[in-house]
Nanobody
Framework: QVQLVESGGGLVQSGGSLRLSCAASGRTFNILTMGWYRQAPGKEREFVAVINWSGGSTNYADSVKGRFTISRDNPKNTVYLQMNSLKPEDTAIYYC?????????????WGQGTQVTVSS
């Protein structure tokens, strides 16, 4: 099992910045990837960004490329999402996600979510 706790959400004006953090605990030695998803009111949860836990390769949704940066601190078992040039359409609950090896399969874990609100 992997437990995830997010922090860093809040209210920011359009064009501003926020940094989200997600700390993992539990069986962190089995983590394969960590990433971020978001869910806006009335919409489905969507992918934002992901980072490979060992190699550090990253991938982003087209809507955030060039504005958001995902990074990791392996000793702290923490992943970050630096969000710049925020837009009102970035308003959502942001969820941390982790994929971890569980014996011969892969388990997926979620944090409780943190609210990000961007005012125009």
């Amino acid at each position: 099992q992997v437990q995830l706790v997010e922090s860093g959400g809040g209210l920011v004006q359009s064009g501003g910045s926020l940094r989200l953090s997600c700390a993992a605990s539990g069986r962190t030695f089995n983590i394969l990837t960590m990433g971020w998803y978001r869910q806006a009111p009335g919409k489905e949860r969507e992918f934002v960004a992901v980072i490979n836990w060992s190699g550090g390769s990253t991938n982003y949704a087209d809507s955030v490329k060039g504005r958001f940066t995902i990074s990791r601190d392996n000793p702290k078992n923490t992943v970050y999402l630096q969000m710049n040039s925020l837009k009102p359409e970035d308003t959502a609950i942001y969820y941390c996600n982790s994929a971890a090896r569980i014996e011969s399969s892969v388990g997926f874990y979620w944090g409780q979510g943190t609210q990000v609100t961007v005012s125009s």
